[in-house]
């Protein structure tokens, strides 16, 4: 075998340089777990007449109910509009999630272990 180490190809990973590189992206993805969090994103239907206030981590913050939707022979339509608003708001808290956190995780599993230069992986 040619080369130092006996690695793939002659090459052995830095072990340092590893656990540097996971360490960094270890942070990296703290922080953006922090920061959604923190985050609030807004989900509304019936053309705003009920919003749902939702943390980007999924907790339900707040919700609005326009008086004008607010109807006690039809509740069943209140009802739909509450699940719906909340709903939106739960899709932009996907996506806002995935934004975040979607270039940090992309390569975790599969090839290179998020570039981290792993043989094998």
Same mark, same amino acid.
């Given at each position: 075998m040619?080369? &130092?180490?006996?690695?793939?190809?002659?090459?052995?990973?830095n072990i340092q340089q590893l656990m540097k590189q996971a360490? &960094? @992206?270890?942070?990296?993805?703290?922080?953006?777990?922090?920061e959604l969090a923190s985050t609030e994103v807004?989900?509304?239907?019936?053309?705003? #007449?009920?919003?749902?206030?939702? #943390?980007?981590?999924?907790?339900l913050q707040a919700l609005s109910i326009d008086p004008k939707v607010v109807d006690p022979d039809d509740v069943e339509t209140l009802q739909d509009l509450i699940v719906a608003a909340v709903r939106d708001a739960s899709r932009a808290a996907s996506e806002l999630t995935?934004?975040? @956190?979607?270039?940090l995780t992309s390569g975790l599993g599969g090839a290179g272990?998020?570039? #981290?230069?792993l043989p094998g992986l």
């Open positions: 040619a080369g &130092r180490g006996g690695g793939i190809g002659g090459q052995q990973p360490q &960094r @992206m270890q942070q990296q993805l703290e922080a953006a777990q922090a807004q989900g509304s239907a019936g053309g705003g #007449l009920v919003t749902a206030t939702l #943390l980007a981590s999924g907790e995935a934004d975040k @956190m979607g270039p272990l998020g570039g #981290l230069g």
